[in-house]
């Protein structure tokens, strides 16, 4: 924590060219992470299931994924209000001390919200599935997966701000990277199952990046540290 604020501080001093390079290199694991997350959401969600399982599952998959977006619309919509609200309190010895606080309730909020949604999705899938014409072809076992996808997804989302809040960008595209790897893995071993599979491995990607994240922060003890 003490290296991002001198880091932030180092800033100050440079030229607005300089400074705007800084930061641009300061985003290249953000960005980075990113492009590995739309290329392996690519490869799992289009290429191995128009080649394995057909263009109606991609139908559902689309579907699916719509109502995925709806339900973590709330976490993603405050991120940046939550991201902000963290490095303010980074930037003091006693805001630093209430970050888990923070953290926690961020993560509980998140959830919670979630979860409202989720449920709520989940309850009206075979609704969905006759108005989208797509009955028989398992949507609603696509969505219920999908809500459990974006359980873990919102609680890693947290993760996220946290590692950001941390200026430990590298590590957090390393944690995305490994949770990408299994997504990658398990899709391309499983898909064959059923669109479901998809979901299960965006599910397993974000329990394993926010999951190191998470362990990453409690070894550090960077909460409590002056």
């Not at 501080?9 to 300061?26: D, I, M, T």
Request: glycine share 6%; with cysteine.
């Amino acid at each position: 924590m003490q290296q991002a604020i001198e880091n932030d501080a180092r800033l100050v001093n440079l030229s607005p060219w300089n400074a705007a390079v800084s930061e641009a290199r300061r985003g290249v694991p953000q960005a980075g992470a990113l492009m590995a997350a739309n290329l392996a959401g690519w490869f799992c969600s289009i290429y191995l299931v128009q080649e394995m399982l057909g263009v109606q599952t991609m139908a559902v998959l689309a579907v699916a994924n719509q109502w995925l977006t709806l339900i973590l619309m709330p976490a993603t919509s405050w991120s940046g209000l939550i991201l902000k609200e963290m490095a303010d309190l980074s930037l003091t010895t006693e805001g630093r001390r209430q970050m888990t606080g923070k953290v926690r309730d961020v993560m509980i909020r998140n959830v919670s919200v979630t979860l409202l949604l989720a449920v709520a999705v989940v309850l009206g899938s075979p609704w969905l599935a006759s108005a989208y014409r797509l009955d028989g072809l398992g949507l609603t076992t696509v969505i219920a997966v999908s809500a459990m996808a974006a359980l873990v997804m919102s609680a890693a989302l947290v993760m996220q701000n946290t590692m950001i809040t941390l200026n430990k960008q590298w590590e957090w595209m390393a944690c995305t990277c490994v949770g990408l790897l299994a997504q990658l893995l398990f899709t391309w071993l499983c898909v064959r199952h059923g669109a479901w599979t998809v979901q299960m491995g965006l599910m397993i990607s974000a329990l394993l990046s926010g999951g190191l994240a998470l362990v990453w922060v409690w070894r550090c003890r960077w909460m409590v540290q002056d």
